[in-house]
């Protein structure tokens, strides 16, 4: 009975999880007073561009109300209802979008209220309906009577700039349009940066926690962005607009086609212009801004570095970990780094040392104190336990608490400034007492290891090439002796020293290195060979001084042994006439027994008979 609940329930919960991931669509683009959807229901704009329902990312249990494209195969959210309060997976089963009081809402059976239009003036009215429109925008209207409408998306996006919404900037109000990134690609909340509209100078801006200006597009000229120039009035795909009146000024685009294009503030804090492919069944990159990941500002959080260099971008500072490795996954280094141990501090002594890190950008945020030189900087960091950096430029100490926005430069540009990090007891070896040749016990034991690891793998690859040295030397002797040598080769061997030594006064031509000969030839190469006989091969070969010869190289396959080659050598340096050719000399060495003759340019004599 037991086994029946459990196998009851797993099919409950898969069912739930499949109802969940597939979205039943409606067959209507609109919410009335009359309607509503909840669960996996949705509704689709007329021209079937876009999609109203919930979602989830990624592993997250958290729901959302969004807008996506309804024919691209990656869902594509281009607006999110409840990103600052999203829904539970118990909140999901009662969840309920629905037209209340004058107001477009998402609420639960409990009451408990997650997002709503929020308007000032309502109209009680039972002709209020919420269309979404086939250019993804969401509006709330009474019926056909309201223009402009009561409430639309576009006037409240999230990170994406859709076609025929405006970036406005409101005179009355004194309020702009403002985009603003998700927190990590699983996570829609608001994150760090955001881009708004620069009425002054007609031009986007992208900030960093609403203060700090990083980036722009440049003024707007009546054709391009200055600074972004792919982005102009005269685009094969789109129309820029730029209106400027009593009420308002706004920049706005419309497309000449049925393309796909959208522009977001990324997680990464960058503008992107992306445009759907659809042979490529995907969004390609048409431009980006700021195009260099570090200069988008903190980019890695607090004690971090941002190096081009990097593969990963944003790295931890020695002695820092991730405060979230789960959120780095997720590409958000808006939390930064923390270290790993607490600096040891308060027990009235100083201690600890700094790692020097060179071409970097100096963060902002630092205090000015006075010292009169680098090492009196130095000790005014380390008597203070919330100082974690200094620097000592041109005269002038600046010290930080906290370290955002470095920047690290490539050595070969030359440019950037020295910080001193704070280290933390684990890690003082790596800092300036290791530079001053004071390493601490941690340290000396580290190295002492490495040291004996190295030795000890030096004297083992020592004594494995030594024993496959003599394993070759004792296979090579086995072969050896396991195949018998032909008898000429025998005596060859027993007669080599025979022929150096007491045939040398017979002999009246001189000995010549092997070397010299391989030299002469190219080793033996077929381009100098002459011709073959039974002998075996002669080749030409030209001494370093220039002189021509004809070296007579005997053959492994000739049967000729030591005994005949030392007779040939005595027989023909005595034998030196006018019509003969003449020996020069020879060469015995290992296995190589060479004659070396003098060159004839004139070929052989059957040359001159048969022409």
Same mark, same amino acid.
């Given at each position: 009975m037991q086994l029946q609940h459990y196998s009851s329930l797993l099919l409950i919960v898969i069912?739930?999880?499949?109802?969940?991931?597939?979205?039943?669509? +409606?067959? !209507?683009?609109m919410i009335s007073v009359n309607h509503?959807?909840?669960? *996996?229901?949705?509704i689709v704009s007329s021209g079937e561009n876009f999609e109203l329902?919930?979602?989830?990312?990624? *592993?997250s249990k958290k729901y959302y109300l969004g807008i996506w494209y309804k024919n691209v195969i990656t869902q594509t959210i281009v607006w999110v209802a409840n990103r600052e309060k999203p829904l539970s997976a118990n909140d999901m089963f009662s969840a309920e979008l629905k037209v209340l009081d004058g107001d477009l809402v998402l609420i639960t059976e409990s009451k408990n209220l997650f997002w709503s239009t929020n308007i000032s003036n309502k109209i009680s009215s039972n002709t209020l309906v919420a269309i979404l429109s086939d250019n993804g925008n969401l509006i709330l209207s009474d019926g056909s009577n309201s223009t402009p409408p009561l409430w639309q998306s576009f006037d409240h996006p999230t990170d994406t700039w859709l076609p025929n919404a405006k970036i406005k900037y409101d005179k009355h109000a004194n309020t702009t349009t403002i985009f603003t990134s998700w927190k990590n690609s699983e996570d829609p909340s608001p994150g760090l940066y955001s881009v708004e509209?620069?009425?002054?100078?007609?031009?986007? +801006? !992208?900030?960093?926690?609403?203060?700090?200006?990083?980036?722009?597009?440049?003024?707007?000229?009546?054709?391009?962005?200055s600074l972004m120039p792919e982005i102009s009035l005269n685009s094969e795909k789109y129309n820029f607009t730029y209106v400027d009146n009593e009420n308002e000024s706004y920049f706005m685009y419309s497309l000449h086609n049925s393309s796909k294009i959208r522009l977001t503030i990324d997680v990464s804090g960058k503008i992107r212009h992306l445009i759907w492919v659809e042979n490529l069944m995907d969004w390609q990159l048409f431009t980006s801004q700021p195009r260099v990941p570090c200069e988008v500002y903190a980019s890695c959080g607090a004690f971090s570095i941002c190096s081009e260099e990097s593969t990963t971008f944003c *790295?931890?500072?020695?002695?820092?970990?991730?405060?979230?490795d789960a959120e780095w996954d997720l590409n958000d280094h808006s939390g930064g780094c923390v270290r790993k141990i607490s600096l040891q501090c308060g027990d009235g002594k100083i201690k600890g040392s700094f790692l020097m890190t060179p071409n970097v950008t100096l963060p902002e945020g630092s205090q000015s104190v006075p010292a009169a030189s680098a090492e009196e900087c130095h000790s005014t960091c380390l008597s203070s336990c919330s100082c974690n950096a200094y620097a000592y430029d041109n005269g002038a100490c600046s010290?930080? *608490?906290?370290?955002?926005?470095?920047?690290?430069?490539?050595?070969?540009?030359?440019?950037?400034? !020295?910080?001193?990090?704070?280290?933390d007891a684990s890690d003082e070896g790596f800092g300036e007492d290791a530079k001053s040749g004071k390493f601490p016990l941690k340290l000396k034991v580290i190295i002492s290891a490495v040291v004996f690891v190295a030795a000890l793998l030096l004297c083992s690859f020592s004594y494995i090439y030594y024993r496959r040295k003599m394993a070759k030397r004792t296979a090579n002797k086995q072969s050896t002796e396991g195949n018998p040598v032909p008898h000429w080769l025998n005596r060859e061997r027993e007669a080599r020293n025979l022929i150096n030594e007491n045939d040398k006064q017979d002999i009246a031509v001189p000995f010549f290195c092997l070397e010299n000969i391989l030299a002469a030839t190219d080793n033996f190469s077929d381009a100098h060979k002459l011709?073959?006989?039974g002998f075996g091969p002669v080749y030409k070969g030209i001494f370093s001084d220039g002189q021509e010869i004809a070296v007579k190289r005997l053959?492994?396959?000739?049967r000729q042994g030591i005994d005949e080659f030392r007779n040939e050598v005595i027989l023909i340096s005595k034998l030196q006439h006018r019509n003969l050719v003449r020996l020069l000399g020879y060469c015995i060495t290992g296995y190589e027994q060479i004659l070396l003759y003098e060159y004839m340019p004139n070929k052989s004599l059957d040359t001159f008979i048969f022409g």
């Open positions: 069912l739930t999880c499949l109802s969940l991931s597939i979205h039943q669509s +409606l067959g !209507v683009d509503s959807i909840s669960g *996996n229901q949705s329902g919930f979602f989830k990312r990624g *592993n509209m620069d009425q002054r100078n007609r031009q986007f +801006l !992208v900030k960093w926690n609403r203060t700090e200006i990083f980036s722009a597009s440049g003024p707007w000229d009546g054709h391009i962005f *790295n931890c500072l020695t002695g820092f970990t991730p405060r979230s010290i930080w *608490n906290e370290l955002l926005n470095l920047k690290q430069f490539s050595p070969e540009d030359g440019i950037g400034s !020295v910080i001193y990090t704070r280290l011709g073959q006989g053959s492994s396959q000739s």
